[in-house]
Each structure stands twice: as structure tokens, then as C-alpha cells.
């Protein structure tokens, strides 16, 4: 096919589920030099996609949708999550390729390459199966893991303030511990958080416990535990902040979230807790990255399936391992 000269990629949901998107854009990138890249996604996720400097241009799903950004021209748009909205207001757009899955109806009549792909089954990690949208564009190589974990090109970020700087103790080991996944995840449980954060600061590491506004009152039975023993940054930070002081930090313990992903593809040593239930095991949705780690139990447990408030397939996941684990900086 001829060269494209600009590609739009389609991803409205989360900040994990655009995180393990954005090493599409690198991998575009590298195959096309010299493409302009778009990413269309919610505002709450423009910090992260600022990040990434394989993104030319972030696009508001709102706005696309309102008509106030049809003067720009996309050759190609990637529906990587499938939108009935999108997909049809990028057909009456216009944009001369727009693929998508074959499994959703309404892109057999508004996209025009399809790509035949399921997810919920598949022994792919979300990235790779991602990458499966690039085949119409000569792009079928398989991408191990581990490669899919550089990828994300995530070297544009803003610069720390000296107020969140300042809260970092000079020569210690520094971890964020962030408990709440905003119902996103199956959780490891305040009583466990508040073990790890007392054996990690009994060994002379600084412990931060994070978390958004909304979640600081669920926080506080674990704060009022080990409250002067940790920093707690909980809703102080906007996400670009963050992000920033994530890259400052050493390590990030979180279930799966979009705060563990911004860690793994930091480099940073990112201990991911994962139920062994499919499709949200670790297999689908662990970090990628240098440093990531993925705890879980060896085997599936079903019976935790319909028991997300009391999942003890991830409840009874060692302590000790993810100390063991730390330590090993």
C-alpha cells in the first residue's frame, strides 16, 4: 500500500488501557518515518499521552465527535477501542482507511479493513493483541513482551515541582504504594498494603502511599495504621506531577492500574498484583517493562470469579515475596 502520511489511533478508555496502546505509536514511527501521529483519546488521559513523543498530536474524543477537529486530515485511524460513534463519524469523515475488528457489526459497513481478532480468549498480552490492528498496513511482525515494553517512548515529561521534589528523603530507596485501582481491578487489601509499608520502612526505605482525591477517605483506614511511617501524596498531585514523580521514585506496588503501567514503562521496578482469573490475569494485562513484575497465584481460582470484594486469590498473595522482591534493588 502507498505510504500513509498521517495516522490517527483510537483509544478512549483508560489510563492502563492507553498506556499499553501508546508502543503503537513508536512502533508507526519507526515503520513510516516521518508520519505525523494522533492519538484520539479522553481528556483525563492527555497528561500520559503528552508524555510520549511518538504522538504528535492529542485529539479529544469530544471534540472529534462535535466536528470542531474535522479540518485536520487522517490518512488511516486505528479503532484499537471500538467506539460505534467513532467509527461512524470516521466514515462520514472520510478518512480513506479505517480499521477495525471484525467482531463488531458496525464496522463491517463503517470500516474498511478489518482485522479478525478476539480478544477475551486470545494467550496474547493486551499490547500485542494490539498490534494485531497494524497488519492492514504491512506491520505483521510479532512483538515479544519484552520489546513491547520500550516502546513507549515516554521522554516528554514535566519537570517536577520543588514542593513534590522536596518530600523525597536524599540516599533512601523510594517506593509508592497505591492501594485503590477506582473499582478498575481486583484489589490486595488495606491490611496487606499496611504490612508491606511497615516492613518496608522498618528496613530504611521511604514509603509514599498514593492514590486520587476521590480515594483519599477509603485510604484512611490504612493511613491511620501507618500513618507516621509513610508520605502521603493521595489527590495532591495533577497527573502530569505524577507521572513526574513516578520517574523520580525507584519502585511502584499497585494492582492492575494505570499508574503501574506508567511505572513498568519508566524503567522503573513496577510489582503488579494480579488475580488469576481470565481474562484480567496477568498474561492479559501484567506491566511491561524492564523492572515490571507480576505477582499472582499459581493457579486460576474460580471461585473468586463473581467475589470481586472478597477475592482471596489475590488477598493471600505473600507479603514477603513483594518485600523479597524490593529488596533485591
Given amino acids: 500500500m502507498q505510504k500513509p502520511h498521517s495516522i490517527l489511533i483510537s483509544r478512549t478508555d483508560s489510563i492502563g488501557d492507553v498506556m499499553l496502546t501508546l508502543p503503537l505509536a513508536t512502533i508507526l514511527k519507526q515503520s513510516f518515518p516521518g508520519i505525523r501521529i494522533g492519538f484520539l483519546g479522553k481528556k483525563y488521559t492527555k497528561p500520559v499521552i503528552a508524555c510520549c513523543s511518538a504522538v504528535d498530536e492529542f485529539v479529544d474524543c469530544e471534540d472529534f465527535l462535535s466536528g470542531t477537529v474535522i479540518g485536520k486530515n487522517w490518512d488511516v485511524i486505528l479503532h484499537v477501542f471500538p467506539r460505534k460513534d467513532i467509527a461512524w463519524k470516521a466514515f462520514r469523515l472520510g478518512i480513506p482507511i479505517r480499521i477495525g475488528t471484525s467482531s463488531r457489526p458496525y464496522h463491517w459497513l463503517s470500516c474498511n479493513r478489518l482485522v479478525k481478532l478476539h480478544r477475551k ?15 492492514p498496513l504491512g506491520i505483521d511482525s510479532f512483538f515479544s513482551k519484552d520489546q513491547l515494553g520500550t516502546y513507549y517512548s515516554l521522554d516528554r515529561l514535566e519537570p517536577l515541582a520543588s514542593e513534590f521534589s522536596s518530600l523525597l528523603e536524599p540516599g533512601k530507596f523510594h517506593v509508592i504504594l497505591h492501594p485503590k485501582s477506582q473499582g478498575s ?31 483519599r477517605s477509603s485510604l484512611a483506614p490504612l493511613l491511620k495504621q501507618v500513618g507516621q511511617e509513610v508520605v502521603d501524596i493521595s489527590g495532591r498531585m495533577s497527573l502530569s506531577q505524577f507521572i513526574a514523580f513516578i520517574a523520580t521514585c525507584d519502585a511502584l506496588v499497585a494492582a492492575s492500574t494505570g499508574p503501574l503501567h506508567i511505572a513498568a514503562a519508566l524503567g522503573k521496578r513496577a510489582l503488579g498484583i494480579y488475580p488469576s482469573i481470565r481474562p484480567m490475569h496477568a498474561g492479559r494485562w501484567g506491566p511491561l517493562g524492564p ?39
Wanted: glycine residues 2%.
Fill in 185 to 215: 481491578a481486583r484489589e490486595w487489601g488495606l491490611e496487606n498494603f499496611a504490612s508491606l509499608a511497615r516492613m518496608l520502612a522498618a528496613d530504611n526505605i521511604q514509603v509514599f502511599i498514593s492514590g486520587t482525591e476521590k480515594e
Fill in 121 to 135: 480468549h486470545s494467550e496474547l498480552h493486551e499490547a500485542q493483541l494490539n498490534t494485531c490492528l497494524l497488519r
Fill in 291 to 329: 523492572k515490571a513484575i507480576a505477582f499472582s497465584e499459581k493457579e486460576s481460582c474460580e471461585a473468586c470469579r463473581n467475589a470481586p470484594e472478597n477475592c482471596h486469590c489475590i488477598r493471600e498473595i505473600s507479603v514477603s515475596a513483594l518485600v523479597a522482591a524490593l529488596k533485591e534493588h
